[in-house]
C-alpha cells in the first residue's frame, strides 16, 4: 500500500492555458474525492467518484473544469483556460465504501500558481 | 446542512503544555466528525473521528477526544505536547451515513509550539 500519490506536485502555468493533474489512490478504494484549498482556508469539496461513475459536483466546479475517473481506477482533473482564481491546491482522497467507517486518505496535494 | 468553525486561527503553546483544539460543529440527526493534521508539505492525515459507539476517541499521536452530544463538541486533547506536534489542524463534519466522506472542513488552527 503506496497511499494515494498526485502528480505533479506542483505546477505553473500562464493564464488562459489548459491544466491536467491525475491523482492514483489505494488500489482497492472504490472512492475517490477532489478538493480544493486555498492558502488561509480548509479543503472544499468538488466533486467525488464511486468507481467510474462521477456521483456529485460541487457549485465550485465551473463549466472549464472536468474530472474523469476511466475504469475506476487513477483519476484526472483538468481546468481549462486557467484564471488566476484557479491558484490553489487541488487535494485527492480515496477511501473504501463500506458502512459509516469510511476513513479517507489524503495525497499529498498538486500546488497550482497561475500567473 | 452541516458546517463547521474553527474558533482559533493560531494557538501557541509550550512544549510539554496541554493542548485543546476546538471546534463549534453543526450536525443533522447523526454527527460523522473528524480532525484532520496537516504537516508542512504534507497530505491531510486522520487524527481522530467519530460517528457512533463509545464517546471517547483514542486517536494518533496521543491525542484523545470525547464526543458531548449535548455542546456538539468534539474537541482533541493532548496532555503534553511535543514540537512535532505544530502542524495546521483542521476539524471537519461528514454529509451523512453512505456519504461521510464528503466533508464539509473547517478553516484550521495553526499549533505553533515554543521550545
Known amino acids: 500500500d503506496t497511499g494515494v500519490s498526485q502528480n505533479p506536485r506542483h505546477k505553473i502555468t500562464k493564464r488562459g492555458q489548459n491544466v491536467t493533474f491525475r491523482c492514483d489512490p489505494i488500489?482497492?478504494?472504490?472512492?475517490l474525492y477532489w478538493y480544493r484549498q486555498t492558502l488561509g482556508q480548509g479543503p472544499e469539496f468538488l466533486t467525488y467518484?464511486?468507481?467510474?461513475?462521477?456521483?456529485?459536483k460541487s457549485r465550485l466546479l465551473s463549466d472549464r473544469f472536468s474530472a474523469e475517473r476511466p475504469k475506476g481506477s487513477f483519476s484526472t482533473l483538468e481546468i481549462q483556460r486557467t484564471e488566476q482564481g484557479d491558484s490553489a491546491m487541488y487535494l485527492c482522497?480515496?477511501?473504501?465504501?463500506?458502512?459509516?467507517?469510511?476513513?479517507?486518505?489524503f495525497g499529498p496535494g498538486t500546488r497550482l500558481l497561475v500567473l | 446542512a452541516q458546517s463547521v468553525t474553527q474558533p482559533d486561527i493560531h494557538i501557541t503553546v509550550s512544549e510539554g503544555a496541554s493542548l485543546e483544539l476546538r471546534c463549534n460543529y453543526s450536525?443533522?440527526?447523526?454527527?460523522?466528525l473528524f480532525w484532520y493534521v496537516q504537516s508542512p508539505g504534507q497530505g491531510l492525515q486522520l487524527l481522530l473521528k467519530?460517528?457512533?459507539?463509545?464517546?471517547l476517541v483514542q486517536g494518533i499521536k496521543g491525542f484523545e477526544a470525547e464526543f458531548k452530544r449535548s455542546q456538539s463538541s468534539f474537541n482533541p486533547r493532548k496532555p503534553s505536547v511535543h514540537w512535532s506536534d505544530a502542524a495546521e489542524y483542521f476539524c471537519?463534519?461528514?454529509?451523512?451515513?453512505?456519504?461521510?466522506?464528503?466533508?464539509?472542513f473547517g478553516d484550521g488552527t495553526t499549533l505553533t509550539v515554543k521550545p
Open positions: 467518484f464511486q468507481n467510474e461513475a462521477q456521483l456529485e
Open positions: 488500489s482497492e478504494h472504490n472512492r
Open positions: 471537519a463534519v461528514g454529509a451523512g451515513f453512505t456519504n461521510a466522506g464528503k466533508s464539509t
Open positions: 450536525y443533522g440527526a447523526t454527527p460523522y
Open positions: 467519530y460517528f457512533s459507539g463509545d464517546t
Open positions: 482522497a480515496s477511501s473504501l465504501i463500506g458502512g459509516p467507517q469510511e476513513t479517507q486518505y
